[in-house]
């Protein structure tokens, strides 16, 4: 898909992200990082970031919207905060930057009109998202982007939208972290805890909708076969070459006593990000991996509510 820029998009992004932090028109909350293992022997990311509490967030009656909701920040994006219209000529979605982000230069695709975050991506939504990977990878940065959809997938917006995490910055900028659905997909025997839907995306604009809607279908029938009938909540990754899918069953999960942990798509990176101190210390002293993968089980759909662990394809 033609954009129709006229400047590459990793400088623009770079470039509107050094001026809205210069100005405090975003506010950057840096994360301590540990890694871990989970009692299978997968690795994972914990950031800890205490300031992610005072996060303003949306109420329960406005995060289950299914109309446009006062002061929705995509709808009027702040100038300081908006990167471009995309594409540039008879514009659908606004790229901009994540007001509150724990990783350098998060942007965000939004729809420029009203869509809800509980409906289906559209192809369009789909091939926006992915020329602005390709983009970004021809400028020499690659990208991670994920979709939040339903009550328990961690979404906090009515608005549709997907977000980008620069993949250097997931590590603290050596670049090495390989992404847990590529993990999965390159070794299918990885265990994970929950069930996980990876499949390579293959060349023209068409297939990237393709693979979406085969895993969104994949993973809506392994919920209602695990005797699910509620609402369905699931996270999608995105890079380029790649797609995965995370059905969800609960946006949190109880840690120990030390109160419950959020997970939205940032899981399918491997990434797992707590508000405490305690938590933080929790987790990365627990040489076991059960904590963690005790929660894994509880937020997705694992073994023991009646699904496979993981399912790819090549």
């Known amino acids: 898909m033609d954009l129709k820029l006229s400047n590459p998009l990793r400088g623009m ?3 509107r992200y050094e001026a809205a932090k210069a100005d405090g028109s975003l506010v950057f909350s840096p994360t301590e990082l ?6 299978s022997g997968t690795t994972w990311q914990i950031r800890y970031c205490p300031t992610i509490s005072r996060k303003p967030t949306p109420t329960s009656s406005s995060s289950k919207a299914s109309g446009p909701i006062s002061k ?7 100038p300081s905060l908006l990167i471009t219209p995309l594409p540039t000529i008879s514009p659908t979605h606004n790229l901009l930057l994540n007001k509150y982000p724990i990783i350098p230069r ?6 420029r009109t009203f869509e809800p975050q509980s409906a289906p991506l559209t192809a369009l939504d789909l091939r926006m998202a992915y020329a602005y990977l390709q983009s970004s990878a021809a400028g020499g940065e690659t990208l991670f982007g994920f979709f939040n959809s339903g009550s328990a997938s961690g979404a906090s917006q009515a608005h549709r939208h997907l977000q980008f995490l620069p993949l250097e910055e997931l590590d603290g900028g050596e670049g090495m972290w390989e992404l847990l659905m590529e993990r999965v997909l390159r070794e299918p025997e990885v265990e ?3 069930w996980l839907f990876v499949e390579r995306i293959g060349e023209g604009e068409e297939e990237v909708h393709g693979v979406y809607e085969r895993l969104y279908k994949r993973g809506k029938e392994a919920l209602r076969e695990a005797g699910w009938s509620g609402e369905y909540s699931y996270n999608l990754g995105i ?15 109880q840690l120990g006593d030390t109160g419950d942990v959020s997970f939205n798509g940032t899981m399918l ?3 797992v990000l707590v508000k405490s101190r305690s938590q933080f210390d929790l987790l990365v002293r627990d040489e076991t991996g059960e904590h963690l993968s005790l929660m894994l089980s509880r937020v997705g759909l694992s073994l023991e509510r009646g699904a496979q662990r993981t399912e790819s394809s090549v």
Do not use: Q, W, Y
Request: aromatic share 4%; glycine share 10%.
């Open 239 to 253: 890079v380029e070459g790649t797609m995965a899918l995370c059905p969800r069953l609960e946006g949190s999960a």
């Open 269 to 271: 990176a491997g990434t």
């Open 13 to 15: 992004v770079a470039a």
């Open 192 to 194: 994970v805890g929950f």
């Open 106 to 111: 998060h942007s965000i695709l939004a729809t």
């Open 72 to 78: 929705n920040p995509f709808l009027t994006p702040s």
């Open 34 to 39: 540990a890694t871990v293992k989970d009692r």
